[in-house]
């Protein structure tokens, strides 16, 4: 149980385009969904927090505007990159709780790598 | 500022034993996590410390001492499937996951 999917495993964009990741929990309710980016040897930084039916709570220097966060239903959450551009290729990688905040364990997906050329 | 400290990259041999440290300061503390991730792929769970002693699982274990802000992770056995970053984290008081920069452990033969 407790899996967590992602669409797409891998996308190559154009400059000035935009990308949509979808994260799904497959068998449970997630309550909460997490955001998060990772460059390459670097560590997992959360970009933003999103609750079912409410706006998203963005970390300190995300752009909400660029990165735009729904989460539409307790079992989907969509990240899009709007107008992507190189320096925001990375690996997208959300998570999922269910139950309130004050629960322990995140599932995390398999993750997104975003390629901008 | 919440900080979270563990080495760039180990190296191990196969068959031997490698342990892994973290030291954190976060505001609050409501647990460590360490996870396994290989490259490419999204982080796995491995442990879960929230009081000082050691969390034997098989041939990973965890240790936590939360006076001296500081966490163990040992593997034992190495095999080289074992090569994978392993990220220490610790839930913070609002229940948000501060993450380490990962240790890249290379096992060689």
């Known amino acids: 149980g407790a899996v967590v999917s992602q669409h797409p495993s891998w996308v190559i964009c154009k400059s000035g385009t935009s990308v949509k990741i979808e994260c799904r929990s497959l068998d449970f309710q997630a309550t909460t969904m997490f955001w998060y980016r990772q460059f390459p040897k670097q560590s997992l930084m959360l970009m933003a927090t999103?609750?079912?039916?409410?706006?998203?709570?963005?970390e300190q220097g995300v752009e909400k505007d660029k990165f735009l966060i729904n989460h539409a239903s307790l079992t989907l959450s969509t990240l899009t990159v709007t107008s992507a551009h190189p320096e925001d290729s990375s690996f997208y990688i959300c998570s999922a709780k269910e139950g309130s905040a004050s629960e322990l364990e995140q599932y995390f997906g398999p993750g997104t790598r975003l390629t901008v050329t | 500022g919440q900080n979270i400290d563990q080495p760039t990259e180990m190296t191990a041999t196969e068959g031997a034993i490698v342990q892994i440290n973290c030291t954190y300061q976060t505001s609050g503390f409501n647990g460590l996590f360490w996870y396994q991730q290989h490259a490419g792929e999204a982080p796995t769970f491995l442990s879960y410390?929230?009081l000082d002693g050691l969390e034997e699982k098989g041939r990973f274990s965890s240790f936590l001492s939360r006076s001296k802000g500081y966490s163990y992770l040992l593997l034992k056995e190495l095999q080289m499937k074992d090569s994978a970053s392993y990220l220490c984290?610790?839930?913070?008081?609002?229940?948000?996951?501060?993450w380490g920069a990962g240790t890249k452990l290379i096992i060689k033969p």
């Open positions: 410390n929230v």
């Open positions: 999103s609750n079912e039916g409410s706006k998203a709570t963005y």
């Open positions: 984290a610790v839930m913070d008081s609002n229940y948000q996951l501060i």
